[in-house]
């Protein structure tokens, strides 16, 4: 039996989608500390809102929209899915983080500060091995790197995984919803404090490639890259990828990200337009002149799932809930090569609850093209009493 229950409603009428989310969640068992939500940004969010509201009123209840939600079922696009966490093997604090627009790092290590010591103040036995952080974050704030960075310094040995916010493929309007209102330009960042085992993970199914890239002109600030190795940007990247500086796209870079390493560790940074007018690429991550990367090249996704989870259930048993940002970027390469109905398949044997994602965080970093999750184990007595 799950602890944390899992729902989904592929109702298009808000009214329709909040009553089934509450009646699969709340209306039985015991008390939510928390309801976690991802939804289609096709619905209407200010009729969601208010249905939302009206369905699970003091309930705590934080969510976003996405590029695509990963439900019980699987991979599904137009829906809203939900998780719960019981009061009974949950202790969750939350904390808003508003204009993260204009965002500045102490901002951050202060409010981080704080969280954490009114965190461990309610909770004195909390570290990193009976809780962890969960971030949700506007994905076309631009603020990311500063917001993740300021945060995961001040969490110790506090894990933290977060997704960025998305509305599909649009880049207009991405909302967080926070109580009982939908809202942008905003970051949550949740602690759990569980006896649950949990683990906390960061994938990608890239390898480097064999030549160096060094970018020569870039701005930080708008993610743009003008300059790779001395040349512009498309022309470069092209040249790197195997292809014709006329057919780079989305696509191909979604398939061949620039990876960079960081503390041993590959980490992807993914591509969010191509500009051949201009010859630039606009990127999804902060990249600034003189970073060394590579242009990666793919492994099969499917396996790099697959073996994903693998590790983690020898790890820590039966998996009760995964909590999942899956890139975006991700999502398209499955839908282009057909292999959703695969990674449906995986997430559904793993209990894999989240959201496509405009981009993944993972500790102090902020990436793309990845899948980052906290994997959460089966209640021991439960598993015991079930087997005996």
């Known amino acids: 039996m799950a602890v944390i229950k899992k729902a989904v409603s592929q109702y298009q009428d808000a009214r329709q989608a909040a009553d089934e989310l509450f009646q699969q969640l709340c209306e039985t068992g015991p008390s939510p500390a928390l309801c976690l939500f991802f939804c289609s940004?096709?619905?209407d969010l200010d009729l969601l809102e208010k249905e939302l509201s009206r369905c699970f009123g003091d309930i705590p209840l934080v969510g976003c929209t996405t590029a695509g939600e990963i439900t019980p079922l699987g991979y599904q696009e137009g829906s809203i899915t939900a998780v719960a966490f019981p009061k009974s093997h949950f202790?969750?604090?939350t904390q808003r983080l508003d204009n993260i627009s204009q965002f500045k790092i102490q901002d951050g290590m202060d409010i981080g500060g704080n969280l954490v010591a009114n965190f461990k103040k309610s909770i004195p036995t909390a570290n990193g091995h009976n809780s962890f952080a969960f971030m949700l974050i506007d994905g076309i704030s631009n603020a990311e790197e500063r917001v993740t960075a300021s945060i995961g310094s001040q969490l110790g040995d506090i894990p933290l995984v977060g997704g960025s916010t998305a509305d599909n493929w649009d880049l207009k309007k991405t909302h967080i919803f926070f109580n009982g209102h939908f809202l942008r330009d905003t970051a949550v960042v949740i602690l759990f404090h569980t006896e649950l085992p949990f683990q906390v993970q960061y994938a990608h199914h890239y390898v480097p490639g064999n030549e160096r890239a060094v970018?020569?002109?870039a701005d930080p600030i708008t993610r743009i890259v003008h300059e790779i190795n001395g040349l512009p940007a498309t022309q470069e990247y092209a040249r790197l990828c195997g292809v014709d500086e006329k057919d780079l796209s989305i696509s191909v870079c979604s398939n061949h990200p620039i990876l960079m390493k960081i503390g041993g560790k590959y980490?992807?940074?993914g591509v969010v337009e191509v500009n051949h007018d201009a010859q630039t690429i606009h990127f999804a991550c902060a990249i600034g002149k003189g970073v060394v990367c590579s242009i990666a090249?793919?492994?099969d996704p499917v396996a790099n799932t697959r073996q994903l989870f693998q590790e983690i259930r020898a790890e820590i048993g039966p998996l009760d809930l995964v909590l999942g940002c899956d890139?975006?970027?991700?999502?398209?390469?499955?839908?282009?090569q057909?292999?959703?109905d695969d990674i449906s398949q995986i997430y559904v044997e793993n209990n894999v609850i989240?959201?496509?994602s405009f981009g993944e965080q993972y500790n102090t970093i902020h990436m793309n093209n990845s899948f980052c999750c906290i994997a959460i184990g089966k209640d021991a007595e439960i598993v015991e009493k079930n087997n005996a």
């Open 41 to 43: 940004p096709n619905y």
């Open 91 to 93: 202790k969750i604090v």
């Open 215 to 217: 970018i020569t002109e």
């Open 267 to 269: 980490y992807s940074r």
């Open 297 to 299: 090249r793919p492994s």
């Open 327 to 336: 890139c975006a970027a991700r999502k398209m390469i499955y839908e282009q």
């Open 338 to 340: 057909g292999l959703m």
């Open 354 to 356: 989240g959201f496509a």
